[in-house]
């Protein structure tokens, strides 16, 4: 099973999003990754009994919603979590938290031609505690698929993200539900 799962919850009390050239502004964590999974849901690719989208609560509290999502899975499964990431780039997305050989080989094959970086740890400045860390309690298949933000501390206010970036995160999840099977079979 390749499960997305997404935090849709929010530690502001009030919200607001413009629009700015090629980019959002605005209170983006964690609203940009669920507009972004809610793209790839819409698009009508993700027709498969493989692919399961989570939208998660608590993730700015306790990580509640990803404990209840994670007591469902095996250590077979595979977790992309889609979240923000402070990580300087001047990429689309950034995959942050994929150590495993075979993830690392999964999104160069799912993603080629898309822009991203890529790395085993997680370099984001502002959060390195996110839902991935619950995940790998049960599977060692999972990476955090982060959107760019810049200009400041998306836990703390007011922040931009690429447009680009939304339409690449959907591009990609699409890319990941559909080449699955093959990496499915591979892992095994």
């Known amino acids: 099973m390749l499960v997305i799962s997404c935090h849709a919850d929010t530690g502001f009390a009030n919200h607001s999003m413009s629009h700015k050239g090629d980019c959002y502004h605005g209170h983006m964590d964690n609203f940009v990754g669920v507009y972004g999974v809610m793209k790839a849901y819409f698009s009508g690719r993700i027709t498969n009994d493989h692919t399961r989208i989570e939208l998660t609560y608590d993730e700015e509290v306790d990580m509640m919603g990803a ?88 836990n703390e206010g007011q922040v931009s993200c690429r447009k680009q970036s939304v339409e690449t995160v959907a591009e990609a999840i699409c890319r990941l539900s559909e080449y699955y099977p093959a990496f499915s079979r591979r892992k095994s």
């Open 67 to 154: 404990q209840e999502v994670a007591r469902t899975l095996t250590d077979k499964d595979t977790v992309i979590i889609v979240d923000v990431t402070a990580t300087p780039t001047s990429k689309d997305l950034v995959i942050e938290k994929c150590k495993h050989e075979h993830m690392q080989s999964y999104m160069s094959k799912a993603l080629e031609g898309l822009s991203y970086d890529l790395y085993a740890d997680c370099p984001d400045p502002v959060s390195c505690y996110d839902e991935t860390d619950i995940y790998t309690q049960v599977t060692p298949y999972c990476c955090f698929l982060g959107l760019p933000c810049m200009g400041g501390d998306y």
